[in-house]
């Protein structure tokens, strides 16, 4: 039996812990969340990165010390280039770009008087450890669209690469400026929440999808282009990964049509022994990023 910790950071922090043989750990107790009010979307924002590891520590720490066991490992999420404990890059978490996130955490840690190993990695790839765990498959590949703030792309088991699939050029229009990133023609340009809300200054995005189901013309267009991008991104990694089930997950997979986004696919993907995909609609859920940060964790330990 070994227990881990995993953390999230994305639009907020969730943390909780999970105890089992490793590639059979589920988690128990409660879960800790940051900010408490579930509705609050725009509390990391700005907050310095010093605040931040002492905020992640408040959500660590009481899960360590009501723990029956010793901890063998804490896994902590986040969006971005992750590799080596560092977060190269953060377009939606811009103040931790650059900064030594295990070493600084581990730290912060230490100070009150814990010392179990911290892993850093993707959220993206979280939530593809956390699907293989859930499902006891971490012998196979994973891959998962993560559709939010920003738009992740996740794979299981983890290998070497930067992974950045929500940064895939799917369109050659010097116009499409909209990714956090700053970017031409990038899928989260299109796709991301906060894009979304930049290329409609007068319209929500939910209000975006509603008014295209009502016949709006402009939005019908747009809702179209949301799709057509994301299968544009999908065609991209069957071409290099191969066929396979994918999987799309976050909050803003209710605005998702299976049977449209298989449609474009179809055209997109021709060549037959890449044509045995499949998708799959998986309800946002902060237990399997969680999760997957922990199983992750533990996983590193004999890398």
């Not at 310095?48 to 901890?71: K, W």
């Not at 267009?221 to 994301?230: E, I, M, T, Y």
Request: proline residues 5%; charged residues 20%.
């Amino acid at each position: 039996m070994t227990t881990s910790i995993g953390v999230v950071m994305t639009e907020h922090i969730v943390a909780g812990r999970m105890t089992g043989p490793l590639g059979q750990q589920k988690l128990e107790g409660e879960r800790l969340r940051y900010p408490v009010d579930a509705d609050e979307t725009e509390a990391l924002i700005g907050v310095p990165s010093s605040e931040l590891y002492e905020i992640l520590a408040s959500q660590i720490t009481p899960l360590i010390d009501s723990s029956e066991g010793p901890v063998a490992a804490i896994g902590v999420a986040v969006p971005g280039i992750v590799r080596n404990g560092v977060v190269e890059d953060s377009p939606n978490l811009a103040q931790i770009k650059g900064i030594r996130l295990a070493e600084k955490l581990g730290e912060v840690l230490e100070s009150k008087g814990i010392n179990t190993p911290v892993h850093v990695l993707n959220d993206a790839d979280a939530v593809a450890a956390g699907i293989a765990a859930t499902g006891g498959h971490l012998d196979r590949l994973i891959r998962v669209w993560t559709l939010g703030n920003g738009i992740g792309y996740g794979r299981w088991p983890q290998s070497d690469g930067v992974w950045e699939g929500g940064h895939t050029v799917v369109t050659l229009d010097p116009k499409e400026r909209y990714c956090g990133c700053g970017g031409v023609g990038h899928i989260e340009g299109i796709m991301g929440h906060r894009a979304m809300r930049l290329r409609f200054l007068d319209l929500e995005p939910d209000e975006i999808f509603a008014n295209a189901k009502k016949g709006d013309q402009r939005c019908r267009d747009f809702v179209d282009l949301w799709h057509r991008a994301l299968a544009a991104g999908t065609a991209s990694m069957i071409h290099l990964g191969g066929p396979g089930r994918f999987y799309f997950t976050g909050h803003n997979t209710s605005f998702l049509e299976l049977p449209v986004l298989r449609g474009y696919l179809d055209v997109m993907v021709k060549m037959s022994p890449l044509q045995s995909y499949s998708l799959e609609l998986l309800p946002a859920d902060d237990g399997i990023s969680i999760l997957g940060a922990g199983v992750s964790a533990m996983r590193a330990q004999s890398w």
